[in-house]
Nanobody, 115 residues
Framework: QVQLVESGGGLVQPGGSLRLSCAASGTIGSISSMGWYRQAPGSRRDLVAWISSGGVVSYADSVKGRFTISRDNAENTVYLQMNSLKPEDTAVYYC?????????WGQGTQVTVSS
């Protein structure tokens, strides 16, 4: 089993920044891709960004140029630096990790962008 624990969510004003962290523990083995989804109330869960074990990254069009995903393989942690936040970024952000074709999820962390 792999456990994922997110941290770093909160309330921020439009234009502000937040950094989310997701630490993996347990039977980690070789986790391949890690990343972040988000889900706003009444909406589906959408992919925000992901990063491979080799550092290849991909972003949703809505966050390109504002969000940066990074990964510390030694610490089994993935980060999401979110800048220039907008009200429409408000959602619960979920970390995920893939190991041996199985997806593991964190519990989610709330991000609220509001003045």
């Amino acid at each position: 089993q792999v456990q994922l624990v997110e941290s770093g969510g909160g309330l921020v004003q439009p234009g502000g920044s937040l950094r989310l962290s997701c630490a993996a523990s347990g039977t980690i083995g070789s986790i391949s891709s890690m990343g972040w989804y988000r889900q706003a109330p009444g909406s589906r869960r959408d992919l925000v960004a992901w990063i491979s074990s080799g550092g290849v990254v991909s972003y949703a069009d809505s966050v390109k140029g504002r969000f940066t995903i990074s990964r510390d393989n030694a610490e089994n942690t993935v980060y999401l630096q979110m800048n220039s936040l907008k009200p429409e970024d408000t959602a619960v952000y979920y970390c995920y990790g893939v190991r041996e074709a199985k997806i593991y999820w964190g519990q989610g962390t709330q991000v609220t962008v509001s003045s």
